[in-house]
C-alpha cells in the first residue's frame, strides 16, 4: 500500500471510532457498515474522496456541498451533525483547491450551515458578490417536496455546473420513497428536502458525487443498501406503514461512512491536506470549536439531547476539537514521510 493510502486508511480508521450517544440508537454497528463500504470500494474511503476532488474540481468551479438533517419539532432548525461538515468541506475546497462552495440546505437549516461556514473563515456572500468574489460561498434553500425538489436539481445544476456534489448526513429515500431516522421514523418528502434528485441528476450528466453518513438513510448509503439491511436494526423494516427498511437506495460514485457525518467530511478535509502536500486544508481546533459553537448559534441542536450545547451526536466539542488533533498528526507525519523521499 503507498504511504497516501496508508494514510488515508489511518484517517479511515480515526473516524470510525464509536462513541456516539442517543437515546435507543443501535451499537456496534457503525464499523461493520464502514467495514462493508471499504469492501465495495476498494482502497481507503477518505483517500477515494480527496482523490476525486483533486481529479475532478479545479479553481473557480462551483461545488454543491449539501446538507441538513432533523426535523420539526425535535429538531426545528436541524441537528449539528451536518453544518459543521459542510462547514469543513466548503473551507478545504476553497482553500485547497480554488473552488467555490455553494451551500444546499432546507431553509429552516441554512442558519446554521451559514453561521457554521462563516465561523470556518468562508464568507457568504450574496449571488451578486459570489459571482464576482474569488474566495467566498453561497447559500442556496432547497424546496421541500418530491417534485419541487426534482426541478430545483435540474434548475441548480445546469445554473451553476458544477464540478462534483457532496452529500453530508443528508437523509435519502428508501425503496418506498420514504424517509426515515435510523430508528425507523418515516419523514415525508413535504417535510423535507428531496436532496437525492441532486444526486440523481448528477449521475445522470457525468457529474462526481461523494456522499457521507454514519447511519446507511444518508444519500450515497445506496452503495451498500445489502449491508445496511442487514446490519441495522430497522434495515429491512423500518416498522412504519411502508415496511420498506430504513436504508436509501440513492448512491454516489464515493462513500465515505464514518462513526459520526461531520467527521467523515473532516476526514476528507484531511485526505485532501495529503493528496495536495497543504496541512491548512484541515482546519485546527480553534476554528472546529468556533464551527460547532457557529451551528448551535444557528439554532442547531445535538441530535442525542435535543438541546442547543455544542455537542455532535452526544460527543463534546472537546471530542471534536481532540479528532482535528489526531486526524493532523496523521497527515503531518505522513507528508513527513513524503519529504523523506518514500
Known sequence: MAIDEIVGDSIDRAVNIEMRFRAGLPRGVTYPLYEAARRKQGKPLTWLAAKLLK?????????????GAGTPPGLPAGETDGPPGAAAIARAIEIGL???????????????????????????????????????????????????GKIAAAELSQ???????????????????????????????DRIASAYHL????RANGIPTIGVGDGGNEIGCGVIKDAVREIQPFGKDCGCPCHGGVGTVTECDVLVFAAVSNWGAYGIAAALAGHLG??????????????????????????????????????????????ITILHQIVENGLKEYDRGF
Not at 481529479?55 to 449539501?66: I, M, P, R, T
Not at 444546499?104 to 441554512?110: A, F, K, L, P, Q
Not at 458544477?162 to 418515516?186: D, L, Q
Open 55 to 67: 481529479d475532478k474540481v479545479k479553481a473557480g468551479q462551483h461545488v454543491f456541498v449539501v446538507t
Open 98 to 148: 480554488g473552488a467555490k462552495p455553494v451551500l444546499i440546505s432546507e431553509e429552516r437549516n441554512m442558519p446554521a450551515v451559514v453561521k457554521s461556514t462563516e465561523a470556518a473563515g468562508i464568507a457568504v456572500v450574496d449571488e451578486d458578490l459570489f459571482r464576482q468574489r474569488r474566495s467566498c460561498a453561497l447559500a442556496i434553500n432547497y424546496p421541500l417536496g418530491d417534485a419541487e
Open 159 to 189: 445554473k451553476f455546473k458544477p464540478a462534483a456534489m457532496i452529500f453530508i448526513e443528508k437523509v435519502g429515500p428508501n425503496t418506498k420513497g420514504i424517509y426515515h431516522s435510523i430508528m425507523g421514523t418515516p419523514r415525508t418528502p
Open 199 to 202: 444526486a440523481e441528476y448528477a
Open 278 to 323: 497543504d496541512r491548512e486544508v484541515l482546519h485546527d481546533e480553534a476554528t472546529e470549536l468556533r464551527i460547532v459553537l457557529g451551528s448551535v448559534a444557528g439554532g442547531a441542536m445535538d441530535g442525542a439531547y435535543s438541546r442547543l450545547i455544542p455537542y455532535v451526536d452526544g460527543t463534546s466539542d472537546r471530542v471534536q476539537a481532540s479528532l
